[in-house]
């Protein structure tokens, strides 16, 4: 809460008019964070629409808070709203261009439009962000699942699951190609 106070100072023999702004325990940002938070458990509780809520109601706080638009843009392709996931994305890039997972979701966001060599250049760029992303190795693996690159998709999918043998995405992928 932010209160603002209007009060004369006198400096060196001037009156000085003064706004003095006291900020209350909770801050926007912190009430925001708060918000992001509960988004994300409503999300992966499938409540997708509560969960945009609380990320609206975040970003409506804090517009400079790059987690809550990319977390927006994720329970909207959860919702099938591609457009709207690609834009809440981008603002999420415009404010943090060097955050990897956001690259990776915007290149899975373009090839969920049919753009996929536009979306290995994000995946790209977030991989040379974070070479560990295991995110990032699942969606390098769907996009070249995508071109007709089984080969490919089988190793970047291998390499998730290297990096995290709890990505259940890439495990199920995988077992798929080496099944066809």
Same mark, same amino acid.
């Given at each position: 809460m932010i209160f603002l106070v209007n009060k004369k100072l006198k400096i060196f023999g001037i009156t000085t008019? #003064?706004?003095?702004?006291?900020?209350?325990?909770?801050? #926007?940002?912190?009430?925001?964070?708060?918000l992001v938070t509960k988004g994300v458990d409503l999300n992966n509780a499938k409540k997708y629409d509560d969960a945009i809520s609380n990320f609206n109601k975040a970003i409506g706080l804090d517009s400079q808070d790059s987690d809550a638009w990319f977390y927006k843009g994720t329970a909207l392709v959860q919702e099938s709203k591609i457009k709207e996931a690609d834009a809440a994305i981008d603002h999420a890039l415009l404010l943090n261009p060097d955050n990897s997972n956001y690259n990776v979701a915007k290149g899975l966001v373009l090839a969920m439009q049919g753009k996929n060599d536009e979306a290995e250049n994000y995946v790209d760029k977030g991989l040379v962000l974070n070479s560990n992303n295991s995110f990032g190795w699942g969606a390098k693996g769907d996009i070249a699942e995508a071109k007709g690159d089984k080969a490919e998709a089988i190793f970047d999918f291998y390499k998730a699951i290297k990096l995290n043998p709890a990505n259940t995405v890439s495990l199920k992928e995988l077992h798929k190609l080496a099944h066809t």
């Open positions: 008019l #003064a706004l003095l702004l006291l900020v209350g325990i909770v801050s #926007a940002s912190q009430e925001s964070h708060a």
